[in-house]
């Protein structure tokens, strides 16, 4: 029995045994990749992570099957960790190759600037995994507890900031890959690397308590979502040039319903950094978040809650046994501009780039749209540079002036809406994949995001507010993979066809929303929300936009315009 001054040690979560136990994620995942089953054990299922896939059901199929009593139809997420967003034209057809022999023939732009691959089967799951590497991208660490894909504004703008941001990011992710030769051994040549450690010299053998998310902007451009990120890296510019960074640390979405210890958080300012120092202070961090974070309890194991529960100042108290010299204090940066990318701009070198808007980053061809057939062509024949962007949009770049009447001729050759064409709402929303692949879904997403957009365009248009700024962020369950805590309007699956509904976040990314009502059907989402438009219309400020309308208007006096059957689910 314990003494009153001994504390007794939490037990650890089951997925750090499965880690401690895998021999550097090596675990059983070759035996059982060549056995006649569809899918792994659950030990596997949770390295696989770590190697950049993950183990789904078919929901779609689900229903069917249970009636007839036939399994669970298995298919593999695949995930390519892309620095930045970039891509050659040759790695962008390669994969669209891949996506067509292997899986479901969509690809899809991922909310942190990556690439997924859906519906792909165990028995072609080397061969994929093996292919995105001949064009030498990789999945490893897409997912699992370790850093996942570093973030930076994707605009090849010639301005000597952006491009020191991406090489920061390449540089990041280099120096925080996993160093074990599990990847290799399993998915490439079948031979033990001589080379690899036998130890993770930065992770240790359980790696992190959970995943790790950093991400680096510019003042003037926070499309990386920076307060989203587990560690961001603010530039301070001066005379044109990026002359240190504020470090920012604690910023996640994720939450659970009901569980009032779980919540979304912006990141904090820490301290103050030279520009040299990125890559060593992402080490800091990340060495302090393995020995401090939670690996009881994986629903409080992002450094996030480190944050909240330590404050401020004990977080820098710590960070600083991690860090040689004295910590500097943050200088105040404050964001001040969010851009999107999309449309025709020109880089500052004589070229140009053009941002497409891809609707929930899913590239596909169905029916008269055929976004992936344009997008073929388009690469086939312009060859650009591609960079993904954190709103699940695709920059085609180092184009010539002429290239714009070719662009648009094939987009609307394919069915493609330019972005012109496309509404100011519609250009600032994202969903996450949610059903039919997400195992945690409860309600749809990005299938059910474009025909609500359809209605709120309409409701937009005859408030006469079409011209105004606003996005709506969606997701099939409070995990929050489309940041919908820090949008405009952000509506989160509750139940089924119910959604909770969020109002009041900034354009800048800079401030939570706040809950306006709960468990509301989803053909009750825009008219419920309309009278809060209206009185926008009639009641804002000068220059105000619609969150900060709602958030100065605050939870009572929008609760007030709302009918009667909505005010049944609680606000906070
Ligand atoms: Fe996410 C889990 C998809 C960005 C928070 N996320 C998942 C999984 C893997 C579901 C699962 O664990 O079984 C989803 C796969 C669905 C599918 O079928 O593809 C998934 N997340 C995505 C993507 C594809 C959404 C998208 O619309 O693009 C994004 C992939 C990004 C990438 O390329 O790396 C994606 N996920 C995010 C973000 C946004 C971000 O990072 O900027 C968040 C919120 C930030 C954060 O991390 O707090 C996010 N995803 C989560 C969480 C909640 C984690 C938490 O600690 O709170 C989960 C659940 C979990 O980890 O247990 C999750
Ligand atoms: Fe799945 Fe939820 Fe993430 Fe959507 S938010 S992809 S439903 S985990």
């Not at 309409?458 to 805590?485: F, K």
């Not at 605050?554 to 709302?562: D, P, Q």
């Amino acid at each position: 029995m314990a003494t009153e001054t001994e504390t007794i040690a939490p037990k650890l979560s089951a997925v750090e045994g499965m880690k401690e136990q895998s021999r550097l994620l090596r675990g059983s995942i070759a035996l059982e990749l060549v056995d006649a089953a569809d899918h792994f054990n659950e030990a596997n299922k949770n390295l696989l992570k770590f190697h950049g896939t993950y183990q789904q059901e078919d929901r779609d199929a689900r229903k069917n099957r249970s009636k007839e009593g036939v399994r669970k139809h298995h298919i593999f997420m695949v995930r390519c960790k892309i620095p930045g967003g970039r891509v050659t034209a040759a790695q962008y057809l390669a994969m669209d190759d891949i996506a067509g022999q292997y899986a479901n023939g969509t690809l899809r732009f991922t909310s942190r600037q990556g690439i997924q691959l859906h519906g792909v089967l165990k028995e072609n799951l080397k061969a994929t995994i093996a292919s995105i590497n001949t064009c030498l991208l990789t999945t490893l660490g897409a997912c699992g507890d370790v850093e996942r894909n570093v973030m930076a504004c994707p605009a090849p703008l010639h301005d000597g900031l952006r491009a020191e941001l991406q090489e920061l990011a390449r540089a990041l992710a280099n120096k925080l890959a996993p160093r074990s030769g599990a990847y290799h051994e399993i998915w490439l040549d079948g031979k033990t690397v001589e080379s690899a450690p036998e130890a993770e010299p930065l992770y240790g053998s359980v790696y992190l308590p959970r995943k790790f998310k950093t991400g680096l902007a510019l003042a003037n451009d926070n499309c990386v979502d920076i307060y989203a990120q587990d560690l961001g890296f603010l530039a301070a510019v001066e005379g044109g040039r990026i002359v240190g960074f504020n470090v920012l640390v604690g910023g996640g979405m994720g939450m659970t319903h009901g569980n009032a210890n779980t919540f979304p958080h912006l990141a904090e300012p820490i301290c103050y950094i030279e520009p040299g120092e990125v890559v060593a202070m992402a080490e800091a961090v990340i060495r302090l978040f393995r020995d401090h974070g939670n690996r009881a309890d994986r629903k409080r194991a992002r450094i996030k809650y480190l944050v909240h529960d330590w404050g401020v100042e004990r977080f820098r108290q710590v960070l600083a046994g991690y860090w040689e010299k004295p910590l500097q204090h943050p200088r105040p940066i404050t964001v001040g501009a969010f851009e999107t990318h999309v449309g025709w701009h020109e880089q500052g070198d004589g070229k140009w780039f053009y941002g497409l808007s891809v609707e929930n980053g899913r590239v596909k061809d169905q029916g008269t749209f055929r976004l992936r057939s344009a997008m073929r062509k388009l690469v086939e024949t312009l060859q650009p540079e591609l960079r993904i962007t954190p709103l699940q949009d695709v920059l085609f770049c180092n184009l010539d002036s002429s290239a714009k009447g070719f662009i648009e001729g094939v987009l609307s050759e394919y069915g493609i809406a330019r972005p012109d064409q496309v509404s100011l709402v519609r250009k600032h929303s994202m969903a996450c994949p949610a059903i039919p692949t997400c195992g945690l879904a409860i309600s749809e997403s990005e299938r059910s995001l474009p025909g609500l957009l359809d209605k709120l365009d309409a409701v937009l248009r005859d408030l006469g507010l079409e011209g105004e700024t606003l996005g709506v962020r969606m997701t099939g369950c409070p995990n929050g993979c489309a940041r919908p805590y820090q949008s405009e309007i952000g509506l989160v699956g509750r139940s089924g066809e119910k959604y909770t509904v969020f109002v009041g976040g900034s354009t800048l990314g800079d401030r939570l929303n706040f809950m306006l009502c709960d468990l509301v059907p989803i053909g009750q989402i825009v008219p419920t929300l309309e009278p809060v438009l209206r009185s926008f219309r009639d009641r804002r400020q000068p220059r105000e936009t619609f969150g900060d309308f709602c958030h100065r208007q605050g939870l009572e006096a929008l609760r007030a315009l709302l009918p009667a059957e909505r005010l049944a689910g609680k606000g906070h």
